[in-house]
C-alpha cells in the first residue's frame, strides 16, 4: 500500500509531461498539414514526385528499332 504514495504521483507527473509535449507540438505548427507529410514518402530526395516524372515505356524499349 505504501508504494502507492509514490506510484500515483509519478503518474500524475508523467501525464502532466505528456499533455505538455502534446500542447507545445500543437503549439509549433507539428500537426498542421498531415496530409504533405504522409504524401512526402512518394517524393524523390530532389523534391520531385516521382508518379508524376515520365518514364519510359518498357514494351516500345524491348521492340526492335527498324
Known amino acids: 500500500m505504501d508504494i502507492l504514495y509514490l ?4 503518474s ?3 501525464v502532466l509531461m505528456i499533455v505538455g509535449v502534446f500542447g507545445w507540438a500543437i503549439n509549433n505548427g ?3 498539414d498531415l496530409e504533405r507529410e504522409g504524401g ?3 517524393e ?4 520531385v514526385d516521382e ?3 515520365s518514364k519510359p515505356d518498357p514494351v516500345q524499349e ?3 528499332s527498324r
Open 7 to 10: 506510484l500515483i504521483p509519478l
Open 12 to 14: 500524475v507527473l508523467l
Open 30 to 32: 507539428q500537426l498542421d
Open 40 to 42: 512526402r514518402i512518394f
Open 44 to 47: 524523390d530526395a530532389d523534391g
Open 51 to 53: 508518379n508524376q516524372v
Open 62 to 64: 524491348s521492340r526492335p
